[in-house]
């Protein structure tokens, strides 16, 4: 396994500006997520807004991945593959995962989306997961163990009756897409590695109406659905540690995430 990259501060910095613009980009794609835009049409747009922003899509052609983000809708936990054929309609859920390259540093995160009125389990599963990733967040801070991220999201969500998916995890992010660590969203107390000043890693809780594990597709290899067909949701911020805490590298403020 090798070791956590400390990140100096002209990385840090530039991996601040490729965060910023990965935020920027879902506060972008906001206004076109609605009923009846098909998953490709997004990912159109997505590729371009980066591009023009003087950066790289990180998922396109990543191990084979075909387009420039992650669209994942209803019962898909993750890599959900762009497409013509999948229309957004009332009362869908979704998760656009969004990754830039900008002057070789990497930014990393999702947020939901709901289209229409939507039922009040599925409201309810999208705002308990928000949750559940600032608790995660809450944990960070020199001295402390990453275990203890997995520990506060599971402990809630367990509360919830929720599953945590624990076969998908978050990761080390800044000079590659995936370095060490790995973040385990379900985690025993004060297990793992020590976080230090300079660390940089995604948290990004994946959290089930039903059961945890996933089912990752035959057919296009990316697809992880819930094996149950029960609804899932996901959030993700790129995290610096700081001397003192956390600082959320791709916050850029809200914006609507109910259309």
Not at 145 to 168: L, M, Q, S
């Amino acid at each position: 396994m090798s070791e956590i990259i400390i990140k100096n501060a002209e990385q840090i910095e530039g991996i601040r500006k490729s965060s910023q613009l990965a935020g920027n980009t879902l506060k972008f794609i906001s206004d076109y997520v609605k009923e009846g835009v098909n998953t490709l049409y997004l990912d159109t747009l997505i590729e371009k807004y980066i591009r023009d922003n003087g950066a790289i899509p990180a998922p396109l052609n990543y191990h084979g991945f075909p387009k420039s983000c992650c669209i994942s809708l209803n019962d898909v936990i993750c890599h959900g593959i762009p497409n013509e054929q999948t229309v957004l309609k009332e009362g869908d859920i979704l998760n656009v995962d969004v990754t830039t390259i900008l002057d070789g540093y990497y930014g990393d995160t999702s947020t939901m989306f709901t289209i229409g009125e939507v039922s009040k389990q599925a409201a309810k599963l999208v705002e308990d997961t928000e949750h559940a990733l600032y608790l995660g967040i809450e944990q960070v801070k020199p001295g402390n163990y990453f275990g203890n991220i997995g520990f506060a999201i599971g402990r809630f969500a367990k509360a919830k009756k929720y599953g945590v998916v624990y076969e998908f995890c978050g990761h080390g992010i800044g000079m590659e897409f995936h370095e060490e660590p790995q973040v385990e969203h379900i985690a025993q107390r004060n297990s793992g590695e020590m976080m230090q000043e300079g660390m940089i890693f995604t948290i990004e809780p994946m959290i089930n109406m039903g059961k945890a594990r996933a089912k990752v597709d035959e057919v296009d290899g990316w697809t992880a659905r819930t094996i149950d067909k029960k609804l899932s949701a996901q959030f993700e911020h790129t995290i610096l540690v700081t001397k003192e805490g956390y600082e959320i590298l791709t916050d850029v403020g809200e914006y609507d995430i109910f259309k």
